[in-house]
Structure formats: structure tokens, C-alpha cells
């Protein structure tokens, strides 16, 4: 079993949390003081630092002009010393071109001398070119004259080429008839072959069965009953005669469009 608490331990208590509350109070506002105090140095420090990169960009754009006058400079004596240097040179180059100047008159002199000279030589070369004009006109003309002996001879071979052409495929279309007309043909001998066949064995029999069965007329011819019979039998040999007359005419008629398909007929 739990031990109730006496009342004076509950006062003692009670006053124990309000001194705890008290403290809570007061380090929560020593807190926040000193959250103020670290705001205003951040802002201090930043407000510093601002300060410090302003200053080295000024220090820097300084350098940077030094450095920049420092290379003018430098470029200026370069120049100074190139143009004295270029004075020099152009003092040599005035000496030399004087001296040049009376080579050039002295080769002028000779010149003039090559020149009569080479236009006595073109005089001659013009005369000796008239007669060379002349003779390449008289070759053109020769060379017309072959081509146009050439031509006539290239329109000769292209229309004997042409005329080859045309007998080669005529002579392959009559070869390809010669090949439909033999196929025809061999189909035309079978069928001839077939009808023979057919002729011997289709009507050879019904013939003699008329033949036979006529002659047993005379037999029978006081026996009705025979004789009805021997009738009926001349009329089915002449009934497979009429038949085998309509498969054979039938057969032609195939035979004769089977021709006409090919050309041949």
C-alpha cells in the first residue's frame, strides 16, 4: 500500500515547483537576452565583412590600374625603341633603293636594246604564223572533211546495228513460234495417236456388234422374244457408237482450240 503524503511535505512540494517554475522563467529570459545579443554581433559581423570585401575590391580595382599603367608604359618604350630601330632601317632601306635605282637604270638601257631586238624576232614570228594559219586552215578543212566522212560512216554501222537488232528479234520470235508450233504439234500427233487408239477401240466393237447381231436377224427371225433381244442389243451398240461419235467430235474441237489458243490454226 501506498504511504498518503502529510501535508506539510505537499507545502514543501508546492513551494519547491514554484522556485523551479521561477528559475525556468528566468533562464528562458537570459535566453532569449542572449539570443539577442548573438543577433546583433551576426549582424555586426556581417555588416564587418561587408566592409572588409569592399575594401579588397578597392584594393584590387588599384592593383589592377598599377598594373595596367605599368604595361602602357612599357608598351610606349617598346614603341619608342621600334620606331628609332624602323628609322634606322628605313635610313639603310633609302640607300639601298638609290643604288637600286641606278642598277635599274642600267638595265633599263639593256633592255631597251633586248626589246628592239625581240620585236625584229616577233616580226618574224608573225610571218612565220601566217604561214602556219594558213596551213592549219587547210588541215581543218581536212578535218571536216573526215569528220564528216566519219559521221556518214557512224550513221551507216548505227543503222546496220539497228537492222541486226531487228533481225535478231525476229529471228527469236520465230524461234518462239518454232517452239509453240512444235509443243502444237507433238500435242497434235498424241491427239491424232488417241484418236486411233480411240477409233480401234470404241468403235470396232459396237460396228461388230451391229454387224454380228444383224446377221442373227435372219436366225431368229420367227423367235420374237430373240429377237427383241438381238434388237435392243443393235440399239445400246448403236447408242455407245453415237456416244463415242459425240466424245470423239468433242475431242476435235479441243484439239482445234487448243491450236487456235497458240497461233497455229
Not at 610606349?76 to 625603341?81: A, D, P, T, V
Not at 616580226?123 to 556518214?152: C, D, P, S, T, Y
Request: net charge neutral; hydrophobic share 40%.
Amino acid at each position: 500500500m501506498k504511504k498518503k503524503p502529510m501535508p506539510g511535505d505537499i507545502a514543501i512540494r508546492g513551494k519547491e515547483l514554484v522556485f523551479q517554475n521561477q528559475e525556468k522563467k528566468k533562464r528562458a529570459e537570459e535566453l532569449i537576452i542572449a539570443d539577442t545579443e548573438k543577433g546583433k554581433r551576426a549582424a555586426e559581423l556581417i555588416i564587418a565583412n561587408k566592409e572588409l570585401l569592399f575594401q579588397n575590391a578597392e584594393k584590387e580595382k588599384r592593383a589592377a590600374e598599377l598594373i595596367i599603367a605599368n604595361n602602357e608604359l612599357a608598351f610606349q618604350n617598346e614603341e619608342k625603341e621600334k620606331r628609332a630601330a624602323e628609322l634606322v632601317i628605313a635610313n639603310k632601306e633609302l640607300a639601298f633603293q638609290n643604288e637600286e635605282k641606278e642598277k635599274r637604270a642600267a638595265e633599263l638601257i639593256i633592255a631597251n636594246k633586248e626589246l628592239i631586238f625581240q620585236n625584229q624576232e616577233k616580226e618574224k614570228r608573225a610571218a612565220e604564223l601566217i604561214i602556219a594559219n594558213k596551213e592549219l586552215v587547210f588541215q581543218n578543212g581536212e578535218k571536216g572533211m573526215r569528220a564528216a566522212e566519219l559521221i556518214i560512216a557512224n550513221k551507216e554501222l548505227l543503222f546496220q546495228n539497228e537492222e541486226k537488232e531487228k533481225r535478231s528479234t525476229e529471228l527469236n520470235t520465230a524461234y518462239v513460234k518454232i517452239k509453240k508450233a512444235e509443243g502444237f504439234l507433238k500435242e497434235y500427233i498424241n491427239g491424232l495417236e488417241e484418236m486411233m487408239f480411240m477409233t480401234h477401240h470404241k468403235v470396232r466393237q459396237p460396228v461388230a456388234n451391229i454387224l454380228g447381231l444383224s446377221n442373227m436377224l435372219d436366225q431368229y427371225i420367227t423367235a420374237p422374244i430373240t429377237l427383241k433381244k438381238v434388237v435392243d442389243y443393235i440399239k445400246s451398240s448403236a447408242i455407245d457408237l453415237d456416244c463415242f461419235t459425240k466424245e470423239l467430235t468433242t475431242f476435235i474441237e479441243e484439239l482445234e482450240q487448243k491450236g487456235k489458243a497458240k497461233h497455229i490454226l
